[in-house]
């Protein structure tokens, strides 16, 4: 028996430390930090609400158009609501549908992608062209379109943004699928007698599984994105929530008046700063898991 | 022409070596911490000197050619020593003296030509480039580069100029490496495992062509290989690095005829080597593991590993020793460095095969097209043959012969176009899904690329638990208990037990993927290139094992390989395939010595062997035909180099038993062969 | 090469068959019948069936479809349920104006991009590319009406060198309408940017570390020249591709900008048959967004093929 010389101790430990690793470097990862330090943040907001605003978001007791002073640290808005408070409490909503309706995505996008990229031919060729054909469209004149139609309510929005982010996911999984599908460890299983629905998800989506976490954090950015700009055009969350969408979209015109841009700065700077979080998370996960 | 090995040149009084390497430390920053690859290697090539620098994976071999060249990675820097060539220094050179240097007095050839050229210029200007950087017009580097291109033997330069790389094959690919490469006349060639990856007849020709090159334009060469039998053939002298220092080096003969150091010792038995065979004994093997890129090591690098290392081994590098003029050895033992105590016992007890019984697994006229891009490929045709139990069939070929396609159809992965394969007597479903749980527990296979064949993401329980399910039916305490039996049989310590695949070494990998092929009790494992991503002594272990287990439990094996010296050792019989076609069939030491095929003896005599001499070489025209449009009557007549005429280009020969045991398929009667193979400088040519 | 664009030509009038059918299908499943939406709650059932009938509702579905589709090809695309005159003589100019604000902008981006992408692969790992990369990225996850506020009120308000209306007085030349397009392109190449320039990254890096770039540097060549003439030419291929996917977004996809500056454009059109439920206009303002795309992305195929020697040239001879 040949002996077995300083090989490093393999085991339970092992697998640990190597999760540890990961996460290790994770923690050091700037990008990654800061992320997710704001978007805690704006998660603590989501939760706390109006309860510790400064004042009443939906309260139009106060002067209007106050510009940031004491009092009102970022001044009022045309109704005489107080700003600060309406940035404090306008993420809740986005992060009620935006999150929903990127797991929706992601579900659906990650059994397409592993349906087309195991099963090749006539089925993914089909897909594929339908999928082709209906992305040639962008994601908000798809939405539009669809929300005009079925109206639009937090639930039309979560299910619409979910349903065009599938074939979107789908793509993505189905381009990592086929790289794993050649492996010869896949023939080694099917070599064992395993079906086909066992070999997709307990073989293949393990080692798939880092893209489609990058992919998920990347996707919910862009759904921020979309309800963004949703909720700006009238189609997303409806008045009178806090909104921060909605707060640009009632006070923008003021802009060609040369003035009042406070009403429109922070809560702009609000929703920038939760979607720049949200690809730092992804930037950091990529730079980790890639593989 | 084959070359023989370089002399060297005669030295000029104090003329200056092509290049030295003195005390050269290199080192990579991983993580912030440094590790050294090359420990203080101190060599020397003289002028029109082949010299070969010789070592398995992580020996730091390509990072010495990537720090003479100064193009080491980001994270790799010279930390002292000197490099000079032609007598110049070269890191103290930088900008316009460091591309003034490699424009004109070093090249390199490194392995994978497809990659070296790019793919969006034209070869005609690429290779002019190497003329323009130091001044030439443009017309001037045309004409130069068609002169270039007529020096490495391209038949039509004018039209290879103006191709783009991926319009060639790979020999092609590679003599265009080389035209550049010595295109400037250089006063150092260096060549990083230049032919690995290139099938073996195309290899021998790449050889020849740089052989004769050299000796020609009396350029000195550092010719950098794991495979000591090229190094033999192209070398004046070797250097043996391991762990990154040069632990032994001398003249070639020398070294391999009378190795001084522990570690070159056990290298050259684990090598299968002058027709040895497993009937003659167990290879050996070199305890313990490679040891990892930079990893740190008191004393001497190889104490760990070696059982002659003492005390003083341990806590004392040792000097480089003289052993004899030129051959030195860094081993503070080095004369009783041949009694080196055989790792392994060469006691192997191998059952005889009954001929008697019925065979075991019986292929019938496969063949197989594909459909690539609206032309038919004929992967295989007519294929034939039985493999009895116990008995090993190995299956040798180069590039489109076949062999790959015939181990897939065997297991079911691909349907055959025609034929059928039988098991025990009963023809197998030619779909995988068809067939039954016992028929695909009978029938396994090992791959060559482990990293790919296993799933990286499960642990090493979770890979033969589930096999031992789905093929044994068992579960439970049942399940573990043989897993634990499976594990000691491969010889996989049971601390392994949980860890995942990318945590094990490329040869604990294989001996994983044995166990899983094997979890089921098969009857026959087919075993494509099994040993191929691996370095030798780790081969050498793995061979092992597959005859041990063959022994214990009468397992059949179809054994594929590109390695001639590894198929002997392991076959029982051997099967020559080239283009699909079944070239020549019978027991191995009859098809290695001969009488043989044409195709053989011209495989056969291409293959670098450490004992080198003997065979002459044949010279094999040309690159394989395409299996889209195979040549007309015998496949080999295009190549061929004893064709008769007419009749082998206009009717296929059929596959006849020319003597017990013993199946060809050639034109050529087999007393006609043994005739003209004993005298080899005699050749038919109508 | 030419069976491959016949392959992507035939592949491209399949997936615009495909979208024309999901349109037309989407339309149709949007609740309600045409007439009574039209005539409102309180026509008489006749009027609504008589409405239907003129229109051609009620015929059968491929009919329908026949008739739509056959239409539209002919540039004739139906009459605006809203304003009652002819699409085309809507969206026509709409489509022009969105044209020349995606025109603009792609000749801002596609350069500032790409020179973006080379310098932080060339700079790898140092602070410059780090910036680059953090910077385009941040860019590129504001929604664009903010960065377009950002804008207007630096350069239109606090600065006041830009005006903050997209569309300049009817007959202004050239280069006054310029000026007026030039906030909003800004906006549309910081969301561009980091997109652009990190596939651009992506790619040089992975031609920096190819073989073929070690040859050419071991032939002694200087960095300029192995950078220009190497790794250049196989490093913006996949650059291509995705300048062209992102025209439909520049062209149809801007319903948030036109309406922020309150421009003429197709995204604006959209936007208001979708609010105002006139889906014939709709219909055709949605395909001609999906057709613009396909043609952007054919030529975009055309354009690798031409410039990959792999596509142009065939295999091994």
New interface residues.
């Given amino acids: 028996m040949s002996a077995t010389v300083t090989a490093p101790a393999v085991g339970r430990s092992e697998a640990k430390i190597a999760r540890r690793e990961t996460l290790g470097r994770l923690v050091r990862s700037k990008t990654f930090l800061i992320g997710s330090g704001v978007v805690l943040w704006w998660v603590f907001w989501a939760i706390a609400g109006s309860r510790l605003t400064p004042y009443d978001p939906v309260a139009q007791n106060f002067a209007s158009l106050q510009p940031p002073g004491s009092g009102h640290w970022f001044g009022t808005d045309q109704l005489g609501r107080d700003v600060l408070s309406r940035v404090l409490a306008g993420a809740r909503d986005t992060l009620e549908v935006a999150p929903l309706a990127t797991l929706i995505g992601i579900v659906g996008g990650t059994t397409l992608g592993l349906v087309m990229g195991f099963f090749p031919g006539l089925v993914d060729e089909v897909l594929g062209r339908m999928i082709d054909a209906f992305l040639a469209l962008p994601l908000i004149v798809i939405a539009v379109t669809a929300l005009a139609a079925v109206g639009h309510s937090k639930w039309t929005l979560i299910a619409v943004i979910g349903l065009v982010f599938t074939p979107i996911v789908g793509r993505t999984v189905r381009a990592a699928v086929l790289g794993e599908r050649d492996l010869e460890y896949v023939q080694a299983a099917r070599l064992r007698g395993e079906r086909a629905p066992y070999v997709m998800f307990v073989e293949i989506l393990p080692n798939v599984m880092g893209t489609i976490i990058v992919e998920a954090t990347v996707r919910l950015g862009y759904a921020i994105f979309a309800v963004a700009g949703l909720t700006f055009l009238g189609f997303g969350v409806q008045p009178p929530s806090p909104d921060w969408s909605l707060q640009i979209a009632d006070n923008y015109a003021l802009l060609n008046a040369r003035n009042y841009e406070w009403t429109v700065l922070f809560p702009g700077a609000a929703i920038a700063s939760l979607v720049v979080a949200v690809n730092l998370i992804a930037d950091g996960l990529q730079q980790v898991l890639d593989r | 022409m084959s070359a023989p090995a370089l002399e060297l040149a005669p030295k000029a009084e104090g003329a200056v070596p092509a290049l030295e390497l003195e005390d050269l430390d290199v080192v990579y920053t991983v993580r912030g911490r440094d590790r050294q690859v090359l420990r203080g290697v101190t060599l020397t090539v003289g002028r029109g000197e082949a010299y070969g620098l010789v070592g398995e994976s992580g020996c730091g071999k390509s990072t010495a050619a990537l720090a003479i060249?100064r193009?080491l990675p980001?994270n790799g820097r010279v930390r002292s020593g000197h490099i000079r060539i032609d007598g110049q220094d070269v890191l103290a050179r930088s900008g316009g003296d460091l591309?003034?240097?490699?424009?004109?007095a070093v090249?390199?050839v490194?392995q994978?030509p497809g990659?070296?050229?790019?793919?969006?210029?034209r070869i005609g200007k690429q290779v002019a480039?190497?003329f323009t950087?130091?001044g030439a017009s443009r017309a001037e580097a045309t004409e130069r580069a068609f002169e270039s291109l007529k020096l490495v033997q391209i038949a039509d330069p004018s039209s290879v100029m103006h191709?783009?790389p991926?319009?060639?094959?790979g020999g092609m690919q590679q003599r265009v490496?080389i035209a550049?490469a010595l295109a400037k006349d250089p006063a150092l060639l260096i060549l990083d495992e230049p032919t690995t990856g290139l099938d073996a007849t195309v290899e021998a020709e790449v050889l020849d062509l740089v052989a004769g090159l050299q000796a020609q334009l009396h350029t000195s060469v550092l010719f950098i290989s794991h495979n000591l039998g090229v190094i033999a053939k192209m070398c004046a002298r070797v250097g043996v690095l391991y762990a990154g220092r040069l632990v032994e080096e001398g003249p070639v003969e020398t070294v391999l005829r009378d190795p001084r150091h522990p570690y070159t010792v056990g290298l050259l038995r684990c090598i299968p080597r002058g027709g040895v065979r497993k009937d003659h004994g167990r290879l050996d093997?070199i305890?313990?593991?490679l040891p990892n890129l930079g990893e740190d090591l008191p004393g001497c690098v190889f104490a760990?590993?070696c059982a002659l290392a003492e005390d003083v081994c341990h806590t004392e590098e040792p000097p480089m020793h003289q052993v004899a003029g030129g051959h030195l050895s860094r081993c503070h033992f080095h004369e009783r460095a041949q009694t080196l105590p055989r790792?392994?016992s060469a006691d192997l007890e191998l059952p005889r095969v009954d001929r008697g019984a019925s065979p075991l697994l019986q292929f019938d006229e496969l063949g197989k097209v594909f459909q690539q891009r609206g032309h038919s490929v004929h992967a295989l045709t007519g294929v034939s043959a039985a493999v009895w139990p116990g008995e090993t069939l190995g299956l040798v070929g180069e590039s489109g012969s076949g062999k790959t396609t015939l181990a897939r159809t065997l297991?079911g992965?691909i349907e055959p176009s025609e034929g059928k394969v039988s098991l025990a007597g009963q023809q197998l479903a030619e779909r995988?899904?068809q067939r039954s749980?016992d028929e695909?527990r009978d029938l396994?296979?090992v791959?060559q690329?482990p990293d790919?064949?296993?799933?990286?993401?499960?642990?090493v329980r979770r890979i033969l638990r589930?096999?031992l399910y789905?093929?044994a039916g068992l579960g439970g305490a049942a399940a573990d208990e043989r897993m634990l039996r499976l594990m000691h049989s491969v010889?996989l310590?049971e601390?392994?037990?949980?860890?995942?695949p990318s945590?094990?070494?490329g040869g604990l990998k294989q001996r994983l993927a044995i166990a899983?092929a094997f979890a089921g009790d098969p009857k026959l494992v087919v075993c494509d290139e099994p040993t191929s991503a691996l370095d030798v002594s780790v081969q050498a272990?793995i061979l092992n094992l597959l005859v041990e287990l063959q022994a214990e439990r009468q397992v059949s094996y179809v054994f594929i390989s590109h390695d001639l010296g590894v198929v002997r050792y392991v076959s029982d019989r051997i099967a020559v395939l080239y283009l699909g076609r079944l070239m020549e069939l019978g027991p191995s030491e009859v098809v290695f010595d001969g009488p043989h095929h044409p195709y053989t003896e011209a495989l056969l005599s291409a293959v670098p062997t450490i004992d080198g001499g003997g065979r002459e070489r044949i010279k094999l025209e040309g690159d394989i035909p395409?299996a889209a449009s195979p040549p007309s009557g015998c496949v080999f007549h295009t190549r061929c180099p004893r064709v008769l005429g007419a009749i082998c280009e206009e009717t296929e020969p059929p596959l006849v038993e020319v003597e017990p045991g013993h199946l060809m398929r050639c034109h050529i009667p087999l007393e006609e062969l043994r005739r003209l193979q004993r005298a080899p400088t005699e050749t038919v040519r109508a | 090469m030419y069976r491959f664009l016949l392959k992507r030509v035939g592949l491209a009038l399949i997936t615009l068959f495909l979208l024309s059918v999901i349109v037309f299908a989407a339309a149709q499943l949007l609740p309600g019948n045409l007439g009574r939406n039209i005539l409102g709650p309180f026509a008489s059932a006749h009027d609504v069936a008589v409405y239907n009938h003129e229109h051609g509702v009620d015929r059968p579905l491929v009919s329908q479809y026949w008739t739509w589709i056959s239409h539209f090809v002919r540039g004739d695309l139906g009459e605006s349920l809203e304003y009652n005159v002819t699409v085309g003589s809507l969206l026509g100019p709409a489509l022009v104006n969105s044209l020349k604000l995606a025109a603009l902008a792609f000749v801002l981006v596609v350069p500032i991009s790409i020179l973006g992408g080379v310098a932080a692969a060339l700079r790898r790992g140092r602070f410059a590319d780090r910036a680059i990369t953090i910077v385009g990225l941040s860019l590129t996850s504001i929604p664009e009406f903010v960065t377009a506020i950002v804008m207007i009120v630096i350069f239109g308000i606090a600065l006041q060198w830009l005006p903050v209306g997209a569309t300049a007085p009817p007959g202004s030349n050239f280069l006054v309408q310029i000026k007026y397009l030039l906030l909003p392109s800004f906006a549309l190449v910081a969301v561009l940017f980091g997109y652009i320039a990190r596939i651009t990254r992506a790619g040089v890096i992975e031609a920096l570390d190819a073989d073929y770039t070690r040859t050419a540097y071991l032939k002694g060549l200087g960095a300029r020249r192995v950078i220009v003439k190497h790794v250049l030419r196989n490093a913006l291929l996949p650059t291509i591709a995705v300048v062209a996917t992102q025209t439909g977004y520049l062209i149809g996809g801007l319903l948030v900008i036109e309406k922020l500056f309150n421009y003429n454009g197709i995204g604006q059109r959209i936007y208001v048959a979708a609010q105002f439920k006139d889906f014939t206009l709709l219909e055709s303002g949605v395909m001609i967004v999906g057709v613009v795309y396909l043609v952007a992305t054919l030529v975009a195929d055309i354009l690798y093929s031409v410039l990959n020697p792999r596509i142009r040239v065939g295999g091994v001879e």
């Fill in positions: 060249v193009y980001r591309r003034t240097m490699r424009a004109e090249s390199m490194y994978n990659t070296a050229l790019n793919p969006a210029i480039e190497v950087v130091r191709r783009y991926h319009q060639l094959s490496v550049m093997t305890a313990g593991f760990a590993r790792e392994e297991l992965i995988l899904s749980t695909v396994q296979i791959f690329n790919a064949a296993l799933n990286r993401r499960h642990a589930r096999t789905k093929l010889r310590a601390r392994y037990v949980s860890a995942k945590q094990l070494s899983r272990a395409s």
